[in-house]
C-alpha cells in the first residue's frame, strides 16, 4: 500500500507540474500563512525620549479562511538609547534596549489572495521593553499594545506542488499534497504602546520588507 501511494503522489505532482497554469486557484481557500522580516521602527512620544529607533525581526503564523485571516505574530526591536530610564538601585541599562511583542491578530486580504494584493491588520499584543539588568536577572516595562497594519504583497514565482508523506514504526502513512504560492510583503504598521511606566508609553511606527509564504492543503481544501 506504501508504495501505491508513492506511485500516485508522483503521478498526481507530474499532472499538477504540467497543468499548474491552468489550475483553478481560486477554489483554494483555506491555506497556512508563515511570514518572516526584517523592519526600522521609530518611536513615539514620551518613550522616544529615551529611546528612539532600531531594527526588529519579526515573525507570524496564521491560517487563511478566503479573504479573512488568523494569527500569532512575534517581533524583537533593539532600539538605541538615547538617555537613562529611571531604574532601581544596583540595576544597569542596556546599550541597546530590547522591545518583545507577541500577540493575536486578524486581518483580511483585498483582491486576489492567490495573486499580488492588499492587507490590513489589527492586532493585540503584550509588549515588553527590556532596558535594565543585573547579574543574570533582566527588567523593564510591560503592557498592553495594540497594532495596526497594511501590506503590499507582490507575488514571486509560480505556483509550486509539494507531497508530504509521514510515517514511522506507531503510525500508518500519512500523505498530504499541497499547492504553495510566495510573496514579498512591504508593510508599514503602527503600535500603541500603554506600559505599566510613563517612560513607557507612547507608539511605535514600522516599515519593514518580509518574505510570505501561502501553503494550501490539497486535502483540506478538497474535504467538504
Do not use: C
Not at 26 to 44: A, D, H, R, T
Not at 116 to 123: E, L, P, T
Not at 210 to 222: A, E, F, G, M, Q
Amino acid at each position: 500500500m506504501k508504495y501505491i501511494i508513492t506511485v500516485v503522489s508522483i503521478l498526481i505532482a507530474l499532472s499538477a507540474n504540467a497543468q499548474m497554469d491552468s489550475l483553478n486557484m481560486e477554489s483554494f481557500s483555506k491555506y497556512f500563512q508563515i511570514n518572516m522580516g526584517l523592519s526600522y521602527g521609530n518611536m513615539k512620544g514620551k518613550v522616544s525620549e529615551f529611546t528612539k529607533h532600531g531594527g526588529s525581526f519579526d515573525m507570524s503564523f496564521a491560517d487563511g479562511r478566503g479573504k479573512h485571516i488568523y494569527g500569532f505574530n512575534m517581533n524583537i526591536l533593539l532600539s538605541n538609547k538615547l538617555k537613562e530610564f529611571s531604574i532601581p538601585a544596583g540595576y544597569e541599562h542596556y546599550d541597546n534596549p530590547a522591545t518583545v511583542f507577541f500577540g493575536l491578530f486578524y486581518g483580511q486580504t483585498f483582491g486576489n489572495q492567490h495573486k499580488s494584493h492588499f492587507q490590513g491588520v489589527i492586532g493585540l499584543n503584550y509588549g515588553w521593553l527590556l532596558h535594565k539588568k543585573q547579574d543574570q536577572d533582566i527588567g523593564g516595562y510591560h503592557g498592553i499594545v495594540p497594532q495596526i497594519e497594511f501590506s503590499r504583497s507582490i507575488r514571486i514565482g509560480k505556483t509550486n506542488y509539494s507531497d508530504y508523506q509521514y510515517t514511522s514504526q506507531y503510525t500508518p502513512m500519512r500523505y498530504d499534497p499541497s499547492l504553495s504560492n510566495k510573496f514579498i510583503d512591504i508593510f508599514v504598521g503602527y503600535k500603541q504602546l500603554f506600559l505599566n511606566n510613563a517612560e513607557g508609553k507612547g507608539g511605535l511606527l514600522s516599515i519593514g520588507i518580509r518574505y510570505k509564504l501561502n501553503k494550501y492543503s490539497i486535502n483540506k481544501n478538497t474535504m467538504n
